[in-house]
């Protein structure tokens, strides 16, 4: 089986944006997801909306949004995309919801373009900065949080069709 070439790289081994010109444009999703976990305490504050900065759900789904709009930016060899869609969602989590028993937020990114190069970055580049913001707004009273599991769930259009983490099956019969 032949190994899969890297894209970013010239037949010398030099990094260069992918040339998309000839690609035929088609609706792209990504959806990518990411996990501060924290103090009970912390989770709590943010819950009630008693973090001195503001309210940190809002705050965080905004610079997610935000983010995926600058991702060309970000990321060196990223085509600018006129993004269609930037959903960023987040949920409290608490500890006996997760088998680590962490509370968190559990951050969503999905987003969507039509055109002829993906949007994966996008979605990771949102729930990253989401993840930062939270961490930003509450360390005065809990830098232990911890940001992690960021991870790409979701990607289909173009010519490499649909690829999901966790395949979805259908239920068995009764």
Same mark, same amino acid.
């Given at each position: 089986?032949?190994?899969?070439?890297?894209?970013?790289?010239?037949?010398?081994?030099?990094?260069?944006?992918?040339?998309?010109?000839?690609?035929?444009?088609?609706?792209?999703?990504?959806?990518?997801?990411?996990?501060?976990?924290?103090?009970?305490?912390?989770?709590?504050?943010?819950?009630?909306?008693?973090?001195?900065?503001?309210?940190?759900?809002?705050?965080?789904?905004?610079?997610?949004?935000?983010?995926?709009?600058?991702?060309?930016?970000?990321?060196?060899?990223?085509?600018?995309?006129?993004?269609?869609?930037? =959903?960023?969602?987040?949920?409290? /989590?608490?500890?006996?919801?997760?088998?680590?028993?962490?509370?968190?937020?559990?951050?969503?990114?999905?987003?969507?373009?039509?055109?002829?190069?993906?949007?994966?970055?996008?979605?990771?580049?949102?729930?990253? /900065?989401?993840?930062?913001?939270?961490?930003?707004?509450?360390?005065?009273?809990?830098?232990?949080?911890?940001?992690?599991?960021?991870?790409?769930?979701?990607?289909?259009?173009?010519?490499?069709?649909?690829?999901?983490?966790?395949?979805?099956? =259908?239920?068995?019969?009764?």
């Amino acid at each position: 089986m032949e190994q899969p070439q890297l894209t970013h790289l010239d037949e010398r081994g030099a990094a260069r944006m992918v040339d998309v010109s000839a690609k035929d444009d088609s609706v792209r999703i990504a959806r990518a997801e990411g996990f501060v976990s924290m103090a009970p305490e912390t989770l709590a504050m943010i819950v009630e909306g008693k973090a001195a900065k503001g309210d940190v759900l809002a705050v965080a789904r905004i610079a997610g949004i935000m983010a995926s709009k600058q991702t060309a930016s970000l990321i060196p060899l990223c085509h600018p995309l006129n993004i269609t869609k930037s =959903a960023v969602e987040l949920v409290p /989590v608490e500890a006996a919801e997760r088998t680590d028993g962490r509370p968190g937020i559990r951050i969503t990114a999905t987003l969507g373009v039509t055109g002829k190069t993906g949007i994966e970055m996008e979605a990771l580049t949102a729930v990253s /900065v989401a993840c930062l913001t939270i961490y930003d707004m509450c360390k005065a009273v809990d830098r232990g949080m911890e940001i992690g599991e960021i991870r790409l769930l979701h990607k289909s259009g173009g010519k490499s069709g649909t690829w999901e983490r966790y395949p979805v099956t =259908a239920p068995s019969p009764a």
